[in-house]
């Protein structure tokens, strides 16, 4: 009877463990589809590979087909480690995603040279893998409106540092700098030290007052007081 018994709990021993592997199994599987299913939609023009780095213990106890949703805690592109909340059976779990991340960037197909305008010709879309970009390239270049703010080598994609509005004023351009304070507007007789696009913040320097300030380029007359150098 003893050897009986024996027998039995070693064989419910024995079975406990691969039905639990089993279970987490399929529970791993339904949180890395959910997570893709998530981030494709999220992002159409992207491609994600997921794989989970970390659950914690009790998220065992849930059945796959409990999980009713999950939350990716990143504002931008998700990539490398993400942390994100599951719900299930009403209640929240944290877990760890890795995500490999790729998408179309464009990227110079010859040398751009500095002050060039970047045509379309110049490009070509290239999908990459971004995962540990520590700055994500554009996806997007309004071509003919910007200029290379410096030296860009064959093959390499585009950041926005690399990006230069097309000067609407040179160096030593006669503009007016409007400065607001209180509702009213004070207009100053300025001239540029270096050129810029709409947009830009470049220095100037009053012929009225001698200082010089930073301002944000409006169009090629104009420019707003940002800041007294």
Known sequence: MKLQILIILLFLTAGAGPVQHEAEEKLEVRLKEMAREQLSSRYPDAS???????????????????????Q????????????AEVLAGGKTYPVQFFITTRIQVP??????????????????????????????????????????????????????????GIPVVEHGNA??????????????NCETRRAGGTGELITVRCTETGKRYEVEVLNENTVMWRKTL
Do not use: C
Request: net charge neutral.
């Open 72 to 83: 990716m805690n990143s504002r931008d592109l998700p990539r490398a480690l993400v942390s």
């Open 107 to 164: 990227v110079a197909r010859l040398p751009v040279a500095r002050d060039h305008v970047i045509r379309e010709s110049m490009m070509e879309m290239k999908q990459m893998d971004v995962t540990n970009f520590g700055q994500l390239p554009v996806r997007r270049i309004p071509y003919g409106e910007f200029t290379a703010r410096q030296d860009i080598p064959a093959g390499e994609p585009i950041y926005q540092s690399d990006l230069s």
């Open 175 to 188: 503009v007016v700098m409007q400065y607001r304070m209180h509702g009213l507007t004070v207009e100053l």
């Open 48 to 70: 994600f590979g997921v794989e989970l780095r970390w659950l914690p213990s009790r998220l065992g106890e849930v059945q796959a087909r409990d999980i009713q949703r999950i």
